[in-house]
């Protein structure tokens, strides 16, 4: 190692440290935002603690990798809160060798500086990106594996600098990078498949390809064994197609035709394939083809994460500002300086989500704790706090009706209205206050001494009573409903509420159970909910 890679290696862990200690300085996890998305992911946390697995014990399209670092501090003692900010911490920590090997070999200068702040503050973030300051860890996962992702492109893209090229690391790490993606989001594996294939076959790069397929083999091999045999990647696999299949979960934000056309992101599209066709004619030929296949797959990404926060953006820049093209003009300007420019275009384009990623540490550190409340009664669970405006003050949405429309147009087609026992509910969603609303409804339901330490099941997108009053959770039923009959084998109670996150949902539960013959008899009836007891 020189002395420039050491410098890297005592920059990378030292931005690590800071960063690290900021945002475990509280000693709690505060959040503003997504709190129903935070509490899928300690769902599914606590059932693998309890020895359930993702696939095999209940339905999830997301790997296991999104959730074991969760679960490993949550069986070392620490509360959900501090569990999730020390996983962040771990995984961050596990992926620095990675992020220095890309920086000692590909890049040099600040460039390197750059990249590796980039990544290490990707992985420790309290935001997913955007530019709204809020404090969220949702979609963390998705941050979490565009640190690998981002390890993959860069080292196919870029030459390795002099004394730096070994096929035996390169490999490994991209083989190593590929079995994680494919434990944590199989979206990131097949829009990257295509371009890794395409630079390795096509560039004849058979040494890297032989360790990459090795490592991938051997750690995925690992894998299986831990996890007893190759019916863990079958029921993989059949979650990852009834997702797909799924009516009620197209897609998370924006269309994939609007993520190429639409206003705000057509600048990016723009410059997408104006570096494509520079680097085509400025000496980079495969390195431009290469950037051609995997442009879609990168937006893909971004189409499949909730938000659609661009960060390829980020790589791209790194790949301009590091990859040597020709002195020729293009566009009436010098070629190193025209791919400077692109570089700039990209940063500026993504500075808000950059500048709101590197700096929401911060912000939870320094949050006024007066406007935040624990998120459970649960004395062991203190350590989740939630802004108490946006998560106890409950807003419906009602939609309003006896509108005319103009002459020529016909009116949409109205949804079909929840249905429980024959009675038709009044049209309404839950779209805030979703604690409160859930604290309150344990709270009646626990005055129901039948109901205490029995599965309830919720008609909702979400099944998670269990992580705040004393009910038995549902065996097979996943943390967030993708349309199956799965879990509803041992539940005694239906919880109906009234007011729903998300009608479609308490819809598909509700036909589900009508087609498995239940005999519903009502128990309660309060504000928030109805809660029914299962006769046959």
């Not at 959730?67 to 569990?83: D, K, M, N």
């Not at 771990?90 to 600040?110: E, F």
């Not at 590796?116 to 709204?132: K, P, R």
């Not at 998670?464 to 109670?493: C, I, K, Q």
Request: net charge negative.
């Amino acid at each position: 190692m020189n002395l420039s890679a050491a410098r890297l290696a005592i920059y990378l862990i030292s931005a690590w440290l800071l960063i690290s200690a900021l945002t475990l300085f509280p000693g709690v996890l505060r959040i503003t935002g997504h709190e129903v998305d935070f509490l899928h992911a300690l769902d599914t946390a606590y059932r693998i603690g309890e020895g359930d697995l993702p696939h095999l014990d209940y339905m999830t399209p997301l790997g296991l990798f999104a959730f074991l670092p969760i679960t490993l501090f949550l069986q070392a003692g620490f509360g959900p809160g501090v569990s999730y900010l020390l996983a962040q911490v771990a995984v961050t920590a596990v992926l620095l060798p990675a992020i220095w090997w890309v920086g000692a070999s590909r890049l040099q200068g600040w460039t390197r500086l750059m990249w590796g702040l980039g990544m290490v503050a990707l992985g420790l973030s309290m935001i997913f990106g955007a530019d709204n300051p809020a404090i969220t860890v949702s979609m963390y996962y998705n941050r979490w594996a565009w640190i690998p992702a981002g390890v993959v492109v860069l080292l196919l893209l870029l030459p390795p600098r002099d004394g730096w090229n070994s096929a035996l690391v390169d490999g490994g790490l991209l083989g190593l990078a590929g079995a994680v993606l494919v434990m944590t989001k199989m979206t990131y594996v097949m829009a990257l498949a295509p371009f890794v294939l395409l630079v390795l076959l096509g560039g004849r790069q058979w040494a890297r390809l032989a360790v990459a397929l090795a490592a991938f083999a051997v750690a995925l091999g690992a894998v299986t064994l831990a996890l007893g045999g190759v019916e863990y990647w079958v029921a993989y696999a059949q979650d990852l197609l009834a997702v797909a299949v799924d009516s009620r979960r197209k897609y998370p934000g924006a269309a994939y035709a609007d993520l190429i056309s639409a206003p705000k992101f057509l600048p990016m599209t723009v410059l997408l394939l104006v570096s494509v066709i520079f680097l085509r004619t400025n000496g980079r030929k495969a390195e431009g083809l290469a950037l051609l296949v995997l442009g879609p797959g990168l937006i893909y990404i971004t189409y499949q994460n909730w938000g659609n926060d661009p960060k390829w953006l980020f790589l791209l820049a790194i790949i301009l500002f590091s990859l040597p093209v020709a002195e020729r003009a293009f566009w009436g300007i010098r070629g190193p300086d025209f791919a400077r420019i692109l570089a700039c275009a990209a940063l500026l384009i993504y500075a808000p989500s950059m500048l709101n990623i590197l700096t929401s540490p911060l912000r939870h550190a320094g949050v006024d704790t007066a406007d935040y409340t624990p998120m459970f009664t649960d004395l062991a669970k203190a350590d989740i706090e939630v802004g108490a405006k946006q998560n106890f003050v409950p807003v419906m949405e009602i939609p309003m009706k006896g509108i005319d429309m103009p002459e020529g147009h016909e009116p949409e087609e109205e949804t079909e209205p929840v249905r429980v026992n024959g009675e038709e509910l009044s049209a309404c969603t839950l779209s805030t206050g979703f604690i409160g609303w859930t604290r309150k409804a344990v709270a009646q339901l626990g005055a129901v001494e039948e109901a205490v330490g029995q599965t309830v099941i919720m008609a909702d997108v979400y099944d998670h009573l269990w992580l705040f009053g004393p009910f038995a959770r549902s065996p097979g039923m996943a943390p967030w409903y993708y349309g199956t009959e799965d879990g509803f084998a041992e539940a005694r109670y239906l919880l109906v509420p009234l007011c729903p996150v998300s009608p479609d949902a308490a819809r598909g539960k509700l036909e589900v159970v009508e087609e498995l013959g239940w005999q519903l008899e009502e128990v309660i009836r309060t504000d928030l909910f109805i809660l029914l007891r299962r006769a046959g």
